[in-house]
């Protein structure tokens, strides 16, 4: 067994891969621990590692720190993939009342932190330090200390501003999950109808195409070819088939009317009146229900050949005498105009004769496989084009230094705007849910593992010594105080849905934890939406009062 004790014997990577991998595991099971049917969530790998840093054990900080930002990264990017199709909705619907209140918390945590270094009650360094542990914003730390650098601050002034960090840090993500669990416990929240609710919402308002059968009755229609009949192109109705003497045939635009003629139309209601107007009258026939060789099919589009093309520039639909009526993407359906763009995973439904819809999923590709098979490729090019993205420096007046979004903020906005694209050229962003969720899962626990070994080794001590209980009290006032005030505020006044309001608590804290934990305690991806809606703003200023704090009160509290 010399192997094994040489193992724990000294640094290397095979021990921090080691420890990483039981606190992750650790902090899974005690995550699943319930009582009163709350649990910690992924927040019980932080914990994990706090116990294992805490015996200080020996670990590779390189690997580490790898482990660290690799799992924000993978977390924040499939997070951005997942929640994409849902984010311009809500931006558009909600997106000035979450990031009014994201603020407001941002400020109250800022006006708790100055009250605290006002008094003298703690100096600048541990006053932002606290702030940033306190709302979990690594970048503000990194943001404060350059300005403290810039107004002449003494050389342990970043250490303590990271003893700060590290004593606030933890009850900044228990805080947004308490103030999560007290919320839905002060008023009684129906958790399932919320997230049906806020799912609702997040889906743009189209209206669902539904079906009608019209007699030709108007005289003008005889002998006109279907395409010609006046108002039907801009109406978004699709007639799929008729029916002329008991027999019923696909309906190509070539078709030409004849009086008597029953046509099955898919549309949106207010479609489908303006064209029973034209036509002549409804009648109660369906042609669904009488028998024949036209069927209907839903067909998924995978061959990248067809990504990009609109439907009206596939010969394959017209050759085979194939009708498609309707369209499944991101959770919405509906009839489609000839312009429409096919993406990888649209589903179609077509209606024509059996033989011939083969012929037609053949060309789309109609592979359930290929749209259940991760592309490791495009993902690979996304996290790179994510990382480039948040290393941009923007220059913004009044800050001494240039703010980046950084490896959390960065790959989330990419994320977000691929899954937007769905498809560049033979390039699939789309990513399967198991998949997206897996990698999901695997990165926050990474992320967590990495933070609470690398926190655990001074934070017994550091808590046990002069200043550290006094900082932590100090900390949790600076996170829960303004959690609580906004939450409550916002739930009262603004009625804001209880799964949007727990991703905009994280969100306001930039806390992927806390976020982790609101996608577990609702089952839904509701939270994550909203988390988007408000982060950009939320980091900017974020960044930019931390910076502020030290501008306007070092010299003052230092009396220079």
Known sequence: ???????????????????????????????????????????????????????????????????????????????????????????????LILNGFAAAIVLLGVAVAALWIGTGLVGVPAGVGLLSGATTNTPSLAAAGQALGEVGAPDDATAIQGLAYAIAYPFGIIGIILTMI???????????????????????????????????????????????????????????RFSRSGVVEVARPDTRLQLGDILHAVGPEA????????????????????????????????????????????????????????????????????????QFGDVLMVVGEPAQIEAVAADLGNSRKALDLPQPMPFFFGIALGVLFGSIPLFIPGLPAAVKLGLAGGPLVVAILLSRLTTTGPLVWHMPHNANHMLREIGITMFLAAVGIKSGEKFVSVLLGADGLRWMLYGAVITIVPLLVVAVTARLWKKVNYAELCGMLAGSMTDPPALAFAHQSTGSDAPGVAYATVYPLTMLLRIFTGQLLVFLLYKTATGG
């Open 1 to 95: 067994m010399e192997w094994l004790q040489n193992l724990f014997a000294h640094e290397s990577v095979a021990r921090t891969v080691i420890l990483l991998g039981v606190a992750g595991g650790a902090g899974i099971a005690l995550g699943k621990i319930k009582i009163c049917n709350i649990g910690l969530g992924a927040a019980g790998v932080l914990f994990a590692g706090l116990a294992l840093g805490h015996f200080k054990l020996s670990f590779d900080h390189n690997v580490l720190e790898f482990v660290r930002e690799f799992g924000l990264i993978l977390f924040v990017y499939t997070l951005g993939l997942q929640i994409g199709p849902g984010f311009f909705a809500s931006l558009r619907s909600r997106g």
């Open 271 to 342: 479609g489908l009146d303006s064209v029973k107007i034209v036509i002549g009258a409804e009648t109660g026939v369906d042609l669904k229900t009488i028998p024949g060789t036209v069927t209907n099919q839903r067909l998924i589009v995978t061959k990248s050949a067809v990504f990009g093309k609109p439907l009206a520039g596939l010969s394959t639909f017209a050759q085979h005498h194939v009708v498609v009526t309707r369209v499944q993407r991101q959770g919405l359906e509906f009839t489609p105009a000839p312009g429409f763009r096919l």
């Open 182 to 240: 007290l919320v839905r416990v002060w008023f009684r929240v129906n958790v399932k109808k919320e997230v049906e609710d806020a799912e609702a919402s997040h889906l743009p308002s189209v209206p669902k195409p539904t079906t009608r059968n019209f007699e030709v009755r108007n005289v003008n229609l005889d002998g006109r070819k279907l395409s010609e009949v006046p108002g039907l192109a801009g109406s978004g109705v699709v007639i799929s």
